[in-house]
């Protein structure tokens, strides 16, 4: 199959399946902290904890579904069974998640648990599939940062605009709460807002990709590749050099982010003082940001081995990460809560979003390479495993990700103060925040620099495979 056969209709609609995953990342990461635990009561620590063992289930889940759409074969292909039967669970699911009935500390945090878990599982059937089909649409080197960059800014714009919304309108302050994060009507505005549309647009990506299944590869149940049961398929993934590289590389990358998600509104509320309507727009920066991000990743790695732009991206990551709280820490921000404070943030807000999208394109781009290498070797291709195992990356997130954050919050509050934040609290905080994003940056460039695959080395695979 040639890539070019593939028209930009179908990979737009690629690019929107994302955006059922990026509203949910971002309600996890955002809202589900705060709402569980300032709003319900629940505390942080097993907010964080309920989410980790939802993780625990993606360890295998995600793999699992990999590994089954690789070797699915049906007239509708390898993928678009899972997505057409995912979507209307996830929508079901995720709107329950975040509205729970009335029970105990106990029973809210079994709730969250268990719905965490059917939320992540259903979404998986949907995003592991979906995602794996860019091994379909191209194989040009470069061509596949552009379309990595295409899905993720589209994920990122849904993720981003929803929680503009929120702030906005959802948990505006009013007559009747000052604080708009505290209304728990607005929640439940988002949930059935966001579960509509998660569902029209894992629709709609469906339907639009659906059209070019002919032109999708089929598996080869004579290839030594698909003959390998579900534990020989991981092990030789991870005898990959490249692959163990980019996948424990990413992991802490993917910690950086879920920890910084999820505090944000603390650090922006409670550290530098700002309303709602002040982090809303703070968070609408993300918009043109993502937009660059997408332009601009293609453009810088052009003619440059990704893993040198990965690197150099994780270091600049690593600075943007804690040079605010170092400039407050030193006294040189403006005052907590003025306009100039907001202007800041705001300019930071931008800067860290460009970086932290500019990563995940050029990770994504990375592991969907070592495909065709696999397809050498074995016959095989296991875009679905090469794809649930990043996925599973990514929901670190908001699995061990929240857990620390839980943990910092609880022991970083006050005894006796049931967790009742304040700028105290949040200075308290901010010191091991800072080491742990700088030795997290620092695990995560260590591994990214044993990646190995080369330009030269992917284009004598594309040869050895006849996809040129």
Not at 88 to 96: G, M, N, V
Request: proline residues 3%; aromatic residues 12%; hydrophobic residues 50%.
């Amino acid at each position: 199959m040639s890539s070019t056969s593939i028209g930009w209709g179908t990979r737009l609609a690629y690019g929107i399946g994302s955006v059922a995953y990026g509203i949910k990342n971002n309600g996890f990461a955002t809202f589900l902290m705060i709402y569980f635990n300032q709003v319900l009561g629940l505390p942080a620590i097993l907010v964080g904890l309920s989410l980790l063992i939802a993780l625990l289930f993606d360890a295998v889940s995600d793999p699992l579904v990999g590994y089954i759409s690789d070797r699915h074969k049906s007239r509708f292909g390898r993928r678009h069974p899972f997505m057409y039967a995912a979507i209307l669970p996830t929508c079901i699911a995720y709107f329950y998640m975040w509205t729970p009935p009335d029970l105990s500390q106990t029973g809210l945090f079994i709730y969250l648990t268990v719905m965490a878990i059917v939320v992540r599982l259903s979404v998986t059937f949907f995003e592991v599939p979906n995602s794996a089909l860019i091994g379909e649409l191209t194989h040009d080197y470069d061509k596949r940062t552009a379309l990595s960059g295409l899905r993720l800014m589209m994920g990122w714009l849904a993720g981003v605009i929803m929680a503009v919304v929120v702030y906005r309108v959802f948990l505006a302050p009013s007559v009747d709460y000052d604080d708009g994060l505290m209304n728990l009507e607005g929640y439940r505005q988002y949930a059935m807002t966001a579960a509509i549309v998660m569902g029209a647009a894992m629709l709609i990506s469906s339907l639009g990709t659906h059209r070019a299944i002919k032109h999708y590869s089929q598996p080869d149940p004579t290839s030594e590749g698909h003959g390998f049961s579900f534990l020989e398929n991981i092990k030789y993934l991870f005898r990959n050099q490249s692959f163990r590289a980019v996948f424990i590389g990413t992991i802490f990358g993917s910690l950086v982010a879920g920890i910084a998600t999820t505090l944000q509104l603390y650090f922006g509320i409670y550290y530098f003082g700002l309303s709602t309507g002040q982090l809303g727009l703070a968070a609408l920066t993300m918009v043109p940001s993502a937009i660059i991000a997408f332009l601009c990743t293609s453009q810088l790695a052009k003619g440059r081995e990704k893993k040198s732009v990965v690197i150099t991206l994780s270091w600049i990551s690593m600075v943007l990460s804690v040079i605010l709280i170092a400039a407050k820490s030193a006294s040189i921000l403006p005052e907590n809560g003025s306009s100039e404070m907001f202007y800041v943030v705001a300019l930071a807000t931008f800067v860290t979003t460009a970086v932290t999208i500019s990563l995940s394109i050029m990770s994504v781009s990375m592991v969907v390479d070592l495909v065709e290498g696999d397809e050498r070797n074995t016959g095989h291709r296991a875009e679905g495993l090469y794809f649930a195992t990043f996925s599973f990356t990514a929901k670190i997130v908001t699995g061990f990700g929240t857990f620390v954050s839980g943990a910092l919050l609880t022991f970083g509050a006050a005894p006796g103060t049931g967790e009742l934040m304040s700028e105290e609290v949040m200075q308290g905080i901010a010191l091991p925040y800072v080491i742990l994003m700088v030795v997290l940056h620092v695990a995560s460039i260590y591994c990214l620099r044993r990646f190995g695959l080369t330009r030269g080395d992917h284009a004598e695979n594309l040869e050895a495979v006849q996809k040129v």
